[in-house]
């Protein structure tokens, strides 16, 4: 079992910048991927960035440039900061876990997800 508990989220005003983290606990496999979704309401739950335990960062194309997936595996925790926040951003952000056990990958595993508002 793995938990993901995310924090950094609230309201921020257009232009602005934010910084979750999520921090990992529990049955951490050293092959991972972490990754960063969102959920807007009345939308589904879209994918933004992600990144494996050797450190390589991928993005959608919609947070390139705005948006940096880091991670501290000493700590198991990973971050997104968002800069150039924009109304749309606003949203629910969830951390995602899937980790390799050398013979399958892992259950999916999500946190409870923090609330990100962009708004003057």
């Known amino acids: 079992q793995v938990q993901l508990v995310e924090s950094g989220g609230g309201l921020v005003q257009p232009g602005g910048s934010l910084r979750l983290s999520c921090a990992a606990s529990g049955s951490i496999f050293s092959i991972n991927v972490m990754r960063w979704y969102r959920q807007a309401p009345g939308k589904e739950r879209e994918l933004l960035a992600g990144?494996?335990?050797?450190?390589?960062?991928n993005y959608v194309n919609s947070v390139k440039g705005r948006f940096t997936i880091s991670r501290d595996n000493a700590n198991n925790t990973v971050y997104l900061q968002m800069n150039s926040l924009i109304p749309e951003d606003t949203a629910i952000y969830y951390c995602h876990y899937k980790g390799w056990d050398g013979l399958k990958w892992s259950d999916d595993y999500w946190g409870q997800g923090t609330q990100v508002t962009v708004s003057s």
């Open positions: 990144i494996t335990n050797g450190g390589i960062p």
